[in-house]
């Protein structure tokens, strides 16, 4: 019994390294062209991780990609081909990480694949994901209903709103998010606004206007200087004055 014991080991021992040398021997890793890295702003969870255009040239297979990425942790290492996919890698263990996250885009050049319909994939801190040729800048459009007094709504222009609602069925509050941008409209149960807060990201800066159930203003606080407001050429370009006109026109069924 122990000599068909040890066999049994011996083979077990073999087959696995036999595995790990065929699965080692099917993925092979190869350094990038070329590569050129620019960060365009602070993450959300709504970027959409894509290819934005590819193009071969002779022997050279040129990618543009977008993916979200630590701000510290946006370069890729190099890239490895298994089977049909092709897999950018990044580097986990030699960079501090920073506090934020940031949508960068990444022209590539890497060596043209001997795959007919290549499959591509990136493996950053947010997993293996992959990655589809698309022009949407945010990804698509999808609702979720929450504990069955909830809305969360999340538009494919990266605009978030929740609703939630009395147990009558009337509309509780409305809150509306776009990147930095935040306004939260929360109203009396006879249907009239009880209050708009609109908030900057650190929520030290903020608007807070309350209503008594009459309509009448009974507070109002701010902590910007709205005379000094000044929208860059950015935050028009990312909508910052349609979210607040929405939030403002918000209408009620």
Known sequence: MKIKSNSTMRFFQL???????SVFSQTKTY????????????????????????????????IKIQYTENCNNGDILNYSIKKDTIQFNFDFS???????????????????????????????????????LSDNYYLPAEY???????????????????????ESGKISSIW??????????????????KSIRQSLPDFDHFILREWDENGKLIKFESTIEIDNIRLTEEQQNKDAILIISRGKNVKQN
């Open 144 to 166: 979720i209903i929450k504990n069955n007094d909830t809305l969360m709504i999340y538009d494919d222009n990266g605009h978030y709103f929740k609703r939630t609602y009395y």
């Open 31 to 62: 350094e990038l062209i070329d590569s050129k890295l620019e960060c365009h702003s602070t993450a959300t969870n709504r970027v959409n991780q894509r290819i934005i255009s590819s193009n071969i040239d002779r022997d050279t297979l040129s």
């Open 94 to 132: 030699s960079k501090e990480i920073a506090d934020c996250d940031c949508v960068f885009t990444n022209n590539i050049k890497i060596k043209k694949p001997k795959i007919k319909n290549p499959v591509f994939k990136i493996n950053n801190n947010r997993g293996i994901k992959e990655l589809k």
């Open 176 to 193: 509306i998010k776009k990147n930095s941008y935040s306004e939260r409209i929360v109203y009396h149960e006879n249907g009239k606004i």
């Open 15 to 21: 087959s696995l390294l036999f595995f790990s040398i």
